[in-house]
């Protein structure tokens, strides 16, 4: 790697254009988080691209063996810190498996609704964030006040805003509160009656498609030998999604509702607007979800745990579809009250790693909209 | 020439008691220097008040409302701030390029401002003289100069911080600055053609009727969009693209030099805008309906309004495109300058020129070829760039109907490895078997989720199921 | 206009320039008296996203910016041209023939850009 040590039009004897290293991260208002990428750059060309990872470690699964299942959820919910519930959901459906637990089916019903919910917000999040990186400013103030909406609901049965903590093994925390179904339903329906601003603010947008239209194509051999996963794989027309493909929850009896959405191209543009389809789905999942819920009996939305959780000795391979992709967790259990390993499988982490085939041959500025593109959470990567 | 300056101030509304423009005492030429200061350093302060406000309007938000009455005085508070902050001048630094590179760019924006007019002709201290500094017979050629200049500062910014971000920053800014100068340059051309001068009173002066936007409507069109571009204002802010280069040339400037740039760059706004106010539309004189209505509106200090007002329309021009559109990719903007922008310039110029001669000639259809021509290249000019934008929006839609419709199946997809089963590739000779997952849409009973053993395994191998199944 | 009212006008700029001295020097004297002043190696690194910066930050960079470069000056140096003839243009004794003296120069101008076209210098590569 030649090091850029030569002043502009230094001498004729060094008139090669020399490659410029230039680090973008760990700080680099880009990267949303301290992800480091590391180009080679042929004038605003990139010849080689590496992520750098780690800047974040903070060793969740060495931790996780040291906590008993319940004070699992705390750390799990935060690797990918948007998307808390559907983090939280990994662990006590593997711990539920070990265990042979029934979960209550309202239980079961108010736990699809939330991750729901939960990937609204990480996806609203996405696509305010990713028009910023071009440089719309406004696009992520309408996206925010729609997850202000959705916040408000969550934030009212589980008094968090970010880190929600409302699963538990063998059910949710609490029951709803009175009259949330309908809070929640004129939330849902609020967003969905703003979805096409952002529509059309961004997706509409003549630059905003000429920057991200055939921009950072990635193919389906690549989305498979990197195990790239969620909207992103989907966007290169892989069509895998876990809520269908392999029902948890009560996606199972979802499946009209339901609709993978694909797309063919693989480029930012495809990406971006998966994510956007994704919402509307995601707005209808919650709608059937709190149907549902309104019409079933009374009855507990929680089991009643011993006062020492062990889950018994076996193993065990949870895996859902996170908001930004595949999120499994491999339980193995001695059957102590911790878990002998707990192996933790984030979206992020594959998804990034595509980054190195996708970025070489790239302009710089087209490097942020693929970067944007790949909606990561920096955590997600590091752990 | 100065006869023919006579002649033309004759025929602007000045003519009542023509002034000349070094007929002003001393004193009073100082002071209008520092005027122009004042006036520059002022409307910054309020142009960046308006933008956080009107941004943040676009954003459902407030902005600033604390510092003084609706936080008028909130930029004042942050240019004060900035003036208290340590300056860093980093270890690489080239120092003396550094340190005058701010000022490079600042001071030029400022000249720029000398031979814009403000306003007619006012009573100052007793004294008749005009709401212009100076007049010079090329006051237009002066502002691009200048323009030129100021951009040696930010060339020079880049240079000198010893770093790669303001490096490729300046870079980008320099490549440009010089393309939407060319572009901006001959879109003057036709005004010149137009106002037979090139100085800044007499182009005022000649749109005693109709406002050469009206007359040059390509040429208005160019301008607004080079002027965006000369600015480096977005959706043209490349080189200070925050996402890509961190600041841009300005990455490591600090205190009050950093200021410097952030003046010079809201003085440029106003100054390319006070050129459109000049150039196209009138400049300070009252439009249409109100000179109907009031015979007064174009005398004394009333003059002063308009332009800032006419100025104040162009500023929320910027601050609008600000608050609405993404950024522009490099090539994307470099195109759009090269290859629509100037060679337009030159076919509209030339139009207009053969027009021009057609008239002088005695042929009497000027309007109407004018008319429809300019309609031609205008509807051409938006088409081009309407779809470098664009590009083939049916693809798209094709694409989109043929998707998959809500809820149908994917049984009708090709072989797929990653179909159901794991997100990894086959081995190597090793065929993956018809998803065996994906044809079971059973739904299944809810709650009863846990025990069954479909949904576990382990990310290497999927035999592995089988080892989860004990504990259903 | 008299010759000393013509290089006046001009003066008047000279006093703009002097004025922004003036402005600059009392800013960049305030400025100094009012920041504090404690430089430490870590201050004074340049920006390179947290890592430490290896090297230089100058490299030697493609030539495709130095092209725009020559493209400026030709074009602008062609619009300086632009300029005086529309200027006089609409003015008596100058006719068809300034026209068509234009439209040859211009030609000229319309062949080099389009050769810089066909030869890919505007394309970003």
């Known amino acids: 790697m030649t090091e850029a040590t030569v002043g502009v039009g230094i001498g004729a004897d060094q008139l090669d254009t020399t490659d410029m290293v230039l680090n973008i991260g760990p700080q680099h208002p880009s990267t949303h988080g301290v992800l480091r990428l590391r180009l080679v750059l042929d004038g605003e060309r990139i010849i080689t691209a590496e992520p750098i990872i780690g800047y974040m470690h903070r060793g969740a699964e060495k931790l996780f063996e040291v906590r008993d299942y319940r004070q699992i959820l705390v750390l799990a919910n935060r690797h990918d810190w948007l998307s808390a519930f559907a983090n939280e959901l990994g662990v006590v459906l593997a711990v539920e498996r070990m265990l042979g637990m029934e979960v209550p089916e309202r239980a079961v019903w108010a736990r699809t609704l939330l991750a729901e919910l939960n990937r609204v917000l990480s996806h609203l999040m996405f696509l305010g964030s990713y028009p910023l990186e071009l440089g719309a400013i406004t696009p992520i103030f309408h996206a925010f006040r729609d997850r202000e909406e959705i916040q408000a609901v969550m934030e009212e049965i589980s008094g968090g805003r970010m880190h929600f903590m409302f699963n538990r093994v063998g059910g949710l925390k609490e029951d709803l509160p009175a009259g949330w179904l309908g809070r929640a339903r004129a939330a849902v329906a609020g967003v969905r009656g703003r979805v096409p601003v952002l529509r059309d603010l961004v997706h509409g947008n003549e630059i905003f498609r000429a920057r991200t239209k055939g921009v950072g194509v990635l193919s389906r051999e690549t989305v498979h030998a990197y195990g790239v996963s969620g909207p992103i794989a989907r966007a290169s027309g892989v069509d895998f999604d876990l809520r269908r493909d392999e029902p948890y929850l009560a996606y199972g009896e979802l499946t009209d509702v339901l609709r993978v959405v694909t797309r063919e191209e693989g480029d930012c543009l495809a990406r971006f607007s998966c994510l956007i389809d994704q919402v509307e789905v995601s707005l209808d999942l919650a709608d059937a979800c709190l149907d549902r819920l309104e019409t079933l009996p009374p009855g507990p939305i929680n089991l009643r745990l011993p006062k020492v959780l062990k889950a018994p000795e076996g193993h065990t391979y949870a895996w859902t579809e996170n908001p930004l992709g595949v999120n499994g967790y491999y339980l193995v259990s001695r059957g102590e009250k911790t878990p002998w390993r707990l192996k933790l499988r984030s979206a992020s982490f594959n998804n990034v790693q595509v980054l190195s085939e996708l970025l070489p041959g790239t302009l710089v500025a087209d490097m942020v909209a693929i970067l944007g593109s790949m909606f990561f959470v920096v955590g997600d990567i590091d752990k | ?472 | 206009m008299t010759a000393h009212g013509y290089f006046s006008t001009y003066a008047l700029v000279g006093l703009v320039l002097l004025v922004g001295g003036g402005f600059v020097s009392v800013a960049f004297a305030a400025n100094r008296l009012l920041r504090p002043h404690a430089p430490n190696v870590e201050k004074l690194m340049t920006y390179e996203c947290g890592v430490d910066p290896v090297g230089e930050g100058w490299a030697q960079t493609h030539i495709r910016y130095y092209i725009y470069a020559y493209l400026y000056v030709i074009f602008a140096v062609d619009a300086i041209f632009l300029f005086p003839w529309a200027t006089v243009f609409a003015d008596p004794g100058f006719g068809t023939t300034t026209l068509v003296e234009m439209f040859v120069f211009v030609g000229f101008l319309a062949v080099g850009l389009l050769y810089a076209w066909r030869k890919g210098v505007l394309t970003w590569t």
Not at chain 2, 61 to 81: E, F, N, T, Y
């Open chain 2, 1 to 472: 020439m100065s006869q023919r300056l006579a002649e033309l101030a004759a025929t602007t509304d000045l003519a009542a008691d023509p002034v000349g423009f070094a007929s002003d005492p001393w004193w009073l030429i100082l002071f209008k220097a520092v005027l122009v200061f004042a006036f520059c350093v002022v409307m910054t302060l309020f142009a960046i008040w308006w933008e956080r406000k009107v941004v943040a309007w676009m954003q459902m938000r407030i902005g600033p409302k604390h510092v003084g009455p609706q936080g008028l005085l909130q930029s004042l508070a942050d240019g004060v701030k900035l003036a208290f902050k340590e300056d860093i001048i980093v270890k690489a630094a080239d120092k003396p390029v550094y340190i005058l590179a701010p000022v490079v760019s600042m001071v030029p924006a400022f000249m720029a401002f000398a031979v814009i007019p403000m306003g007619g002709q006012v009573s100052m201290f007793g004294h008749q003289t005009h709401l212009q500094l100076t007049d010079l017979p090329v006051g237009v050629l002066y502002i691009l100069a200048t323009a030129s200049v100021g951009i040696y500062g930010i060339v020079l910014a880049g240079w000198s911080s010893g770093s790669t971000y303001p490096l490729l920053g300046s870079l980008r800014s320099t490549a440009q600055m010089i393309s939407y100068e060319v572009a901006m340059g001959l879109s003057f051309a036709g005004v010149f053609l137009y106002s037979g001068s090139m100085s800044t009173s007499t182009i005022v002066g000649q749109q005693g009727d109709t406002w050469f936007a009206v007359l040059l409507p390509v040429s208005f069109i160019i301008y607004i969009v080079a002027m965006v571009g000369e600015t480096n204002r977005a959706p043209f802010d490349l080189p200070e693209a925050e996402g890509e280069l961190v600041g841009g040339f300005h990455t490591e400037y600090s205190s009050l030099k950093f200021a410097l740039f952030f003046l010079a760059e809201y003085v440029n706004m106003v100054v390319v805008s006070s050129l459109a106010t000049t150039l196209f539309l009138g400049g300070y004189r009252a439009p249409w309906p109100i000179t109907a209505v009031w015979d007064g509106a174009n005398s004394g200090w009333w003059t002063l309004l308009w332009y800032f007002l006419k100025v104040q329309l162009f500023l929320f021009l910027f601050i609008w495109l600000r608050g609405t559109l993404p950024r522009l990719r490099y090539d994307q903007f470099m195109r759009l300058g090269w290859k629509v922008l100037i060679p337009t310039s030159l076919v509209w110029l030339m139009l207009i020129a053969t027009v021009r001669a057609m008239k002088n000639e005695g042929y009497d259809y000027r309007g109407i070829v004018l008319g429809i021509a300019g309609a031609i290249i205008a509807i051409l000019v938006l088409s081009v760039v309407w779809d470098m934008f664009r590009g083939t929006d049916d693809e798209e839609e094709k694409a989109k109907a043929a998707q998959p419709p809500p809820g149908a199946p994917g049984a009708a997809e090709p072989f797929d490895p990653m179909a159901g089963g794991f997100p990894v590739p086959p081995l190597p000779g090793q065929e993956l078997p018809p998803v065996p997952r994906r044809a079971v849409r059973r739904a299944e009973p809810v709650g009863a989720m846990v025990g069954n053993g479909n949904g576990t395994g382990s990310a290497d191998d999927e035999s592995a199921t089988d080892a989860t199944d004990k504990e259903v």
